[in-house]
């Protein structure tokens, strides 16, 4: 696949499933989880996603320890987010190939 095609298709499919995380904090439905999501898209071809997605982790640890959660449940909740964003990854993957 020529990679100027690629890096649109990124940016396309990124950008959809972040504005659609987007609209879930407002609607019902997990947003954040579908912003780092789409995040985690972006970054595998943009760097500037890459450093909001760093910085995003940096917010929700923050936010995380404000709300006393737990260093294990914090880690499984993370175990999570990465299992729900490496199945995305694949998913996405297999359909572009």
Same mark, same amino acid.
């Given at each position: 696949?020529?990679?100027?095609?690629?890096?649109?298709?990124?940016?396309?499919?990124?950008?959809?499933?972040?504005?659609?995380?987007?609209? +879930?904090?407002? +609607?019902? @439905?997990?947003?954040?989880?579908?912003?780092?999501?789409?995040?985690?898209?972006?970054?595998?071809?943009?760097?500037? +996603?890459?450093?909001?997605?760093?910085?995003? /982790? @940096?917010?929700?640890? /923050?936010?995380?320890?404000?709300? #006393?959660? #737990? #260093?294990?449940?914090?880690?499984?909740?993370?175990?999570?987010?990465?299992?729900?964003?490496?199945?995305?990854?694949?998913?996405?993957?297999?359909?572009? /190939?």
């Amino acid at each position: 696949m020529n990679p100027l095609i690629k890096r649109v298709l990124v940016g396309f499919v990124g950008g959809l499933v972040t504005l659609i995380g987007v609209v +879930a904090l407002v +609607a019902p @439905g997990p947003g954040w989880l579908i912003i780092f999501t789409g995040l985690g898209i972006l970054a595998s071809e943009f760097a500037w +996603a890459a450093r909001v997605l760093t910085s995003a /982790r @940096g917010v929700a640890n /923050r936010a995380a320890n404000a709300a #006393k959660i #737990k #260093k294990k449940h914090r880690l499984m909740i993370m175990a999570a987010l990465i299992f729900l964003s490496l199945v995305s990854l694949v998913i996405w993957y297999e359909y572009t /190939r």
